[in-house]
Structure formats: C-alpha cells, structure tokens
C-alpha cells in the first residue's frame, strides 16, 4: 500500500504493516478541506478539493490517480470516481441514504468486476460494507473526541483493483454525505 518494494511472500510490509492483498487498519483524517488515509501512520493517500472535484493522490506527487466528482452537481445523491482517462470506475449512489432509511445506505456499483457494494449505517458513527456475497469488506468508525473528522477503518476483504484510492474514495464521499465535513 505504501508503495515500498516487499521480500518474497513477506505478509505484512515492515513500514506500514499492511498485508499483501491491502487488508489492514486505516486512518483517515481531514484536515481543512483535504483528507489523508494512513497507514500504521503513513500517508498512502490524499485527497484536495479543486472546485467541485477531488484529487485523489499519491502524497507527494502532483497528478492524481483518481478523481472523486458529484455525479449531479452535489455528493448528496450521486458521486463517482474516475480514473486517468476520466471513465468512471465506481459509482455511489446515496438516495437510500437520503431517504433516512435505517439501515441501508448507498449502493456502490464497480465497472470493471460488473460487482455491487453495499453501504450500511451502524448507528450515528459508523459504517459498513458488505460486497455482493454478503462478506464485510470494511468497517469505518467515526471518532468522536476530536474537532475535526477522523475514521478509523478496518479493510477486511478488499478488492485489489480498489485499492488504495477506491475505498478511499468511497469514505471521502462518506464523510462528505453522512458527516457533512
């Protein structure tokens, strides 16, 4: 996740201690209007906001990996990501969020893997999503002691093809919708 090479078939890298296949424990904080996800206290990712769009990047680098953009104008019902060549590779649609349901969230479509994600609330500070064979892939929590957002995450089975800046994505959007920050 990092970025840094591994030894082998080492299963945890020895910087950020995430496993080979991206499962681990994540931080992401905002800090103004940018966000950043962490790892064991390493920065994989960042995200900035220009104009309506976020920039979903690699800390340090100026280009943007991915993009995170309101589908009709707002993050209040529709957002997608996009990648380099600016075709969408998720879509999150929040109306069921919308309609204060209580459970279900948002659906979250992934183009490549024709697969379906489900967004699930767990009370007023957490979240959850369940892939479309009913496994957890993420637990989120909202830390509440602090002024400003901060989500502790659980990747529990991720999907390679969104990591890091997938499930990134989708929290931004998260936080955006659920938490307004």
Known sequence: ???????????????????????????????????????????????TPKQEVYQLRKPGKLSSENYLVPVDGSFNSCVAILNKALDAIVQINFDEWN??????????NVKDQNSRLVLRKDGDHGVHIIDDHGDVVLLASKNTGGSSLVL??????????????GYFGIMVAVAQVAWGD
């Open 152 to 165: 502790d995450l659980l990747l529990v089975r991720p999907q390679p093809d969104l990591l890091p800046f």
């Open 1 to 47: 996740m990092c970025g840094l090479p591994r030894k082998g078939a080492q299963d945890n890298c020895a910087y950020c201690g995430i496993t080979n296949n991206g499962a681990g424990q994540y931080v992401i904080a905002c800090s103004g209007a940018q966000y950043s996800l962490s790892a064991s206290g390493v920065v994989v990712a960042q995200a």
């Open 99 to 108: 309609r204060g349901g209580p459970s279900l969230a948002a659906s979250i």
